[in-house]
């Protein structure tokens, strides 16, 4: 099969980790962005390197399929463990395998330490929890690829206590962009459900407590779904079991050919097929459906099973991401949790990178009244919070822009160049947190970045990074930026080279005396050539 451009970008990026020392690397690619297919073709290349692949899944279907795309799209075979099955004797350099099996130590004990070269952990937001970690332990000189579609610096937070850096990140809107998942429409609907008593456990709200607090409401849920998605294509995620095929009765009895499958289904297969072929039009489930089941066609998902963990939110919105013949978007019905709690995940958490965007998206969503493509929606609460941010820290780059410093302050130079992602980083990984290395000094202040006020390495290397991009990209360097906001010139990190070496050039001809008499910093904008 061949790989799309940002697979196979993702599979090179993966491969550079590996051979730069860090043998624990992440990769992020939205659900439906075939990240199956991307570790298909890093396991053949192990393979062919003349290694041993062990691929590690939480779910016997999560295997099946991780050995099914394989064999598809590499025509290699997997050996199974788990259960009475074991890899051990045969002949495939593949295998696949159940965590729930190999984590028992008497089954480990039967492998010598050293037997699988590389590691490829499926879902990898799981890896944190101890079994994956009895595993990764036994195996400790493998190298490990985590694949996750978890979108949010909260979770990468967490993995970056195992894993050493993230390799490749591919981002939902961009894989909108690009015309591989459908646009996301999100409508809030206004129904105010009560969740102030829904206590947590584990890390997330107590599926008990969702289901005694989404119990009154059901009826009007049903209502609103009649008005705006009778004639889609639907799953709905639950709390509980009985919660699900209790709403399954309500949506029947509001005209919906509505269907319940759970782990405990004997028809599951058969009602999954029903569902694709149009017999029902309404799926409801309590989270079986969150991984490993696929339907193009699904073009609305609702979620009242409430969850502050984002993958899994991502993981649930994701069953209707995928294209399909005659689908033009995924509608995403959001409901007016009554709660001060802000970590409850709602649409804005699908894209937005800091709280602060999130907040305002869901509430620019709410005031909508009707669907939002919540990628405009971003960029509307992106724009809204830069310039909150900017008014807030005026005050502060004034006192900034009035010291003799030579050399320019690296949050100066990311509010210059109106560079969100760089003036909000937070260090994920154990390396990011190190302090700032000798040669990294060196390399920001050659570019005109105060190296004494970057706190951690891997700030220091985004800094970099972003530099590198710039002067590719043509833009104005660090040491321009400086010397014009100096002048009184506003949002230079957007001219470019060519433009702010002009200006520069007539400024040093009055003798640095002033600008030019027919130039207003406050106003100026140069014209590109």
């Known amino acids: 099969m061949e790989l799309r451009p ?21 990769l992020v690619l939205p659900t439906g962005t075939g990240k199956t297919v991307v570790f298909a073709s890093i396991t053949e290349d192990a393979v062919r390197k003349g290694g041993r692949v062990l691929i590690l899944a939480h779910r ?36 696949v395998g159940s965590v729930q099996t ?120 049903a209502e609103e779904m009649a008005k705006h998605c009778a004639d889609r294509k639907t799953v709905v995620f639950l709390p509980l079991i009985k919660t699900s095929q209790k709403f ?50 699904v073009d609305c998902v609702i979620v009242l099973r409430s969850t502050k963990v984002r993958s899994l939110y991502c993981q649930m919105v994701g069953r209707g991401t995928r294209l399909a013949e005659g689908k033009d978007h995924l509608l995403l019905l959001d409901f007016l949790w009554h709660t001060e709690r802000h970590e409850l995940c709602r649409p804005a958490c699908l894209i937005a990178e800091t709280e602060e965007v999130a907040q ?13 493509d919540i990628e405009e929606a ?62 990294q000094k060196k390399a920001l202040e050659s570019r005109g970045i105060d190296s004494e006020a970057v706190d951690t390495a891997g700030r220091a290397e985004q800094i970099l ?5 710039r002067q590719l990209a043509g833009l104005a360097t660090p040491k321009q930026i400086r010397m014009l906001e100096r002048y009184g010139f506003q949002h230079v990190g957007i001219w470019s080279f060519e433009a702010a070496t002009k200006m520069i050039q007539r400024i040093a001809c009055l003798g640095w005396k002033g600008v030019p008499r027919d130039v207003d910093p406050q106003n100026y904008t140069p014209q590109e050539t």
């Open 102 to 221: 190999l984590m028992r130590v008497k089954r480990l004990e039967q492998f010598s330490p050293d037997y699988f070269d590389t590691i490829i952990i499926d879902e990898a937001h799981h890896a944190i929890s101890d079994s994956y970690q009895v595993i990764l332990n036994y195996f400790s000189n493998a190298k490990v690829l985590g694949v996750t579609a978890t979108p949010d610096r909260g979770d990468q937070k967490n993995l970056g206590r195992i894993f050493d850096s993230l390799a490749y990140e591919y981002t939902l809107p961009q894989a909108i962009k690009d015309g591989y998942l459908v646009p996301i429409r999100a409508l809030t609907i206004p129904i105010k459900i009560d969740f102030t008593k829904v206590g947590t456990s584990a890390g997330d709200y107590k599926p008990n407590d969702i289901a005694t607090a989404l119990d009154p409401y059901l009826e009007q849920i």
């Open 60 to 95: 016997v279907e999560l295997l099946k399929q991780a050995a099914d795309k394989i064999m598809k799209t590499t025509g290699l075979g997997c050996s199974v463990e788990k259960a009475e099955q074991s890899c051990i004797g045969q002949w495939y350099r593949i295998t």
């Open 378 to 439: 971003e960029k509307t609460a992106s724009e809204d919070v830069v310039r909150d941010r900017e008014a807030a820290l005026a005050e502060k780059l004034k006192q900034l822009k009035k010291r003799r410093s030579k050399l320019v302050d690296p949050m100066q130079y990311a509010m210059s160049i109106q560079d969100n992602h760089l003036s909000s980083y937070v260090p994920s990984f154990g390396w990011e947190q190190n302090p700032v290395s000798e040669s």
């Open 6 to 26: 940002y697979q196979q970008e993702a599979r090179a990026a993966v491969w550079e980790q590996w051979e730069a020392g860090r043998d624990k690397t992440l």
């Open 465 to 469: 990074r972003t530099c590198a991009q």
């Open 248 to 297: 399954r009765d309500i949506l029947c009895r509001h005209g919906f050919r509505a269907a319940e499958v759970n782990g405990n289904s004997d028809d599951r297969e058969q009602v999954l097929e029903d569902f694709s072929t149009g017999k029902y039009n309404v799926l409801c489930n309590s989270m079986l459906l969150t991984e490993g089941w696929d339907c193009p066609e």
């Open 360 to 372: 305002k998206m869901t509430e620019n969503i709410a005031d909508a009244g009707c669907p939002v």
